[in-house]
């Protein structure tokens, strides 16, 4: 279940319990801390390379929020990312919801995903589709 410490596309292994998810959450971030240590990074985190085609880019903000940019090849996915974040489908790419989700999120996700990625820059282009924080 760890990440890789490289840039490069890992293979999913499918999470069936929150304790997996948490497992999982934990490793990767863990690896991604070890990575960003030397390297000047922002809007890090991990893609989630979708089986069915597209990209869900996440990130964890410092005020305890989740980010999301689900790529429009990806948007078939938004009825089971609300549903297992908790959260109404927003009317932008970017999503918002708070980090305590975040198990349920990748749980629920994780039958969709074919391979994951760490990532060290992403945007999340804020300036073009900001949406508003969800609850």
Same mark, same amino acid.
């Given at each position: 279940?760890?990440?890789?410490? &490289?840039?490069?596309?890992?293979?999913?292994?499918? =999470?069936? %319990?929150?304790? $997996?998810?948490? !497992?999982?959450? +934990?490793?990767?971030?863990?690896?991604?801390?070890?990575?960003?240590?030397?390297?000047?990074?922002?809007?890090?985190?991990?893609?989630? &390379?979708?089986?069915?085609?597209?990209?869900?880019? =996440?990130? %964890?903000?410092? $005020?305890?929020? !989740?980010?999301? +940019?689900?790529?429009?090849?990806?948007?078939?996915?938004?009825?089971?990312?609300?549903?297992?974040?908790?959260?109404?489908?927003?009317?932008?790419?970017?999503?918002?919801?708070?980090?305590?989700?975040?198990?349920?999120?990748?749980?629920?996700?994780?039958?969709?995903?074919?391979?994951?990625?760490?990532?060290?820059?992403?945007?999340?282009?804020?300036?073009?589709?900001?949406?508003?924080?969800?609850?």
């Amino acid at each position: 279940m760890r990440a890789s410490m &490289s840039p490069k596309p890992v293979a999913w292994m499918h =999470l069936l %319990t929150p304790v $997996e998810a948490e !497992a999982w959450i +934990d490793n990767f971030n863990r690896d991604l801390q070890q990575c960003i240590r030397n390297v000047n990074a922002g809007g890090y985190g991990v893609c989630f &390379s979708l089986a069915e085609g597209g990209d869900i880019y =996440l990130h %964890t903000t410092s $005020e305890g929020h !989740a980010l999301l +940019d689900v790529t429009p090849d990806a948007q078939w996915a938004a009825p089971v990312i609300a549903a297992a974040a908790n959260v109404p489908q927003p009317n932008a790419q970017i999503w918002h919801f708070p980090d305590a989700n975040l198990v349920q999120f990748v749980l629920g996700l994780s039958s969709l995903v074919a391979s994951t990625t760490m990532v060290l820059r992403h945007d999340f282009n804020r300036k073009q589709r900001r949406s508003a924080p969800e609850r």
